[in-house]
């Protein structure tokens, strides 16, 4: 317990070292009013709450997929952002501690942390529409009780997509085709047998409650979070010097051997934890829960949104993370050493944003006509590159080369999520409504994306001399 102890102080201090103190505790209050509001006003347009929950559960699971992502990360991103520096789940060598009882602790420390920081107030959101909903005219079919269970069981989502995430991340450590056939083996098991995974999750339990649905949707992450520490090794940056020569040379070729400001992004994520294969796994975790949530907005509802325009919508949002790992090493005020604008750097992130963000969702989406008809997939095509400019430029523009201040930054969090809520919105609605209006749909869809990707352009046109004059007043 005192490792515990201490490894939730080390985030505390991590989180206020990074984020300017402890402004980033109002997050809570801004996670419970957003979810509050979201629930209500999709229950006001008649949204099933059958579909709300599923949608909250395939949310957190993305959310604790990307948390236990931390074999990916590695030390090179702590060591660039906090300098010469050693977490305590990086101390198995300085420390009488073994390796796997440090992952452990870390999955446990990062449960009751992010349960406490985000996760409660999602479910203090749900219980004050609960008990608006009698004012407010709709009827949400949902006791406190109901609340209290649901509280249990995104909790343990949560869990399972770190544990789940540790895991696979641990087996691609000691064989990356090893992992990828577990992932395919598993895949082709589900299609055969028509077995549904949802049976062994914790959402399961908050369907159906009862014993046999404990063990069946809490048994999982009981066995892999002792498994994943135990797969998982210690993995550093680097690489030989050979490698180093062979990816300068691949990266070279990509982008054209004179634009140093986009081969240098690439050749960071590259030579870092995890390679480019983060940037695969990031939007491949996405895509998974996507398609997840379709199949149970189908089973709640019996509605069948278009997977084209939900996949090419949500891929789009997901590039952020994308945006993280072309940015990672950047200390911002370093470029002011240069000769070059800050236009011109972040036109190289944005080149290097979108060799790594196009070809992967694109792929993605190929990958769906697996499961999905592929006419139905066209306008995906379309939309996934347009939101991700989108993307891109609001990010840029918003935070410049240090986007992780978004995540704790609690009036930065909420004008970029309203940002990404313009477009997304209305997409969603589309996606939604194309068994009604399948033309109009597609066209709706095309032509929001296409305007959010104009207003992208225009944003990430203004960030370069916005961040310039920001980063000079700073000196």
């Given at each position: 317990m005192t490792l515990f102890g201490r490894m939730l102080r080390e985030e505390y201090r991590l989180h206020s070292h990074l984020f300017g103190g402890g402004r980033f505790l109002g997050f809570p209050a801004v996670v419970a009013v957003a979810v509050g509001v979201g629930v209500a006003l999709l229950a006001l347009t008649g949204t099933a709450m059958g579909a709300i929950v599923a949608g909250l559960h395939g949310l957190v699971l993305f959310f604790g997929l990307q948390v236990g992502t931390i074999g990916l990360v590695g030390r090179d991103a702590m060591r660039n952002a906090l300098g010469d520096v050693t977490l305590l789940v990086f101390s198995a060598r300085t420390l009488p501690v073994s390796w796997p009882r440090l992952l452990a602790t870390f999955l446990l420390k990062d449960l009751v942390y992010y349960a406490a920081l985000f996760l409660t107030p999602i479910s203090v959101g749900i219980a004050g529409v609960v008990l608006l909903a009698p004012v407010m005219g709709v009827e949400t079919g949902l006791a406190f009780a109901d609340v209290g269970l649901l509280w249990v069981t995104t909790t343990a989502t949560f869990g399972l997509g770190a544990a789940g995430s540790l895991a696979l991340v641990g087996l691609a450590t000691r064989s990356t085709a090893l992992a990828l056939g577990l992932v395919a083996a598993a895949t082709a098991a589900v299609l055969e047998t028509g077995v549904d995974p949802v049976r062994?999750?914790?959402?399961?339990?908050?369907?159906?409650?009862?014993?046999?649905?404990?063990?069946?949707?809490?048994?999982?992450?009981?066995?892999?979070?002792?498994?994943?520490?135990?797969?998982?090794?210690?993995?550093?940056?680097?690489?030989?010097?050979?490698?180093?020569?062979?990816?300068?040379?691949?990266?070279?070729?990509?982008?054209?051997?004179?634009?140093?400001?986009?081969?240098?992004?690439?050749?960071?994520?590259?030579?870092?934890?995890?390679?480019?294969?983060?940037?695969?796994?990031?939007?491949?975790?996405?895509?998974?829960?996507?398609?997840?949530?379709?199949?149970?907005?189908?089973?709640?509802?019996?509605?069948?949104?278009?997977?084209?325009?939900?996949?090419?919508?949500?891929?789009?949002?997901?590039?952020?993370?994308?945006?993280?790992?072309?940015?990672?090493?950047?200390?911002?005020?370093?470029?002011?050493?240069?000769?070059?604008?800050?236009?011109?750097?972040?036109?190289?992130?944005?080149?290097?944003?979108?060799?790594?963000?196009?070809?992967?969702?694109?792929?993605?989406?190929?990958?769906?006509?697996?499961?999905?008809?592929?006419?139905?997939?066209?306008?995906?095509?379309?939309?996934?590159?347009?939101?991700?400019?989108?993307?891109?430029?609001?990010?840029?523009?918003?935070?410049?080369?240090?986007?992780?201040?978004?995540?704790?930054?609690?009036?930065?969090?909420?004008?970029?999520?309203?940002?990404?809520?313009?477009?997304?919105?209305?997409?969603?609605?589309?996606?939604?409504?194309?068994?009604?209006?399948?033309?109009?749909?597609?066209?709706?869809?095309?032509?929001?994306?296409?305007?959010?990707?104009?207003?992208?352009?225009?944003?990430?046109?203004?960030?370069?001399?916005r961040w310039d004059r920001r980063l000079r007043r700073r000196q």
């Open positions: 062994f999750t914790p959402y399961a339990l908050y369907g159906d409650p009862g014993v046999g649905t404990a063990v069946a949707g809490l048994g999982p992450i009981v066995v892999l979070a002792a498994v994943g520490p135990l797969l998982l090794t210690p993995v550093e940056g680097g690489g030989t010097r050979r490698a180093r020569a062979d990816r300068f040379e691949t990266v070279s070729r990509l982008v054209g051997r004179g634009d140093g400001l986009a081969t240098r992004p690439l050749l960071e994520v590259a030579r870092s934890s995890g390679s480019v294969w983060k940037v695969a796994f990031s939007l491949g975790v996405l895509f998974a829960v996507t398609a997840l949530l379709l199949d149970r907005v189908v089973a709640a509802t019996g509605l069948r949104p278009s997977a084209g325009i939900a996949l090419g919508t949500l891929l789009g949002l997901g590039t952020f993370t994308t945006y993280n790992w072309v940015t990672q090493f950047d200390e911002p005020a370093a470029f002011l050493r240069y000769p070059v604008p800050m236009a011109a750097v972040l036109a190289g992130k944005r080149r290097a944003f979108l060799v790594l963000a196009l070809p992967t969702g694109l792929a993605f989406l190929a990958l769906a006509a697996v499961w999905y008809p592929p006419a139905e997939l066209a306008v995906g095509l379309a939309v996934f590159p347009l939101v991700a400019v989108y993307v891109f430029g609001l990010t840029a523009y918003l935070t410049g080369l240090a986007p992780n201040e978004l995540l704790f930054d609690t009036r930065l969090f909420a004008v970029y999520g309203g940002g990404l809520a313009v477009p997304a919105v209305p997409l969603l609605v589309a996606a939604l409504a194309v068994e009604r209006a399948p033309v109009l749909a597609g066209g709706v869809a095309v032509g929001v994306s296409g305007l959010a990707a104009a207003v992208g352009l225009v944003l990430a046109r203004r960030a370069g001399p």
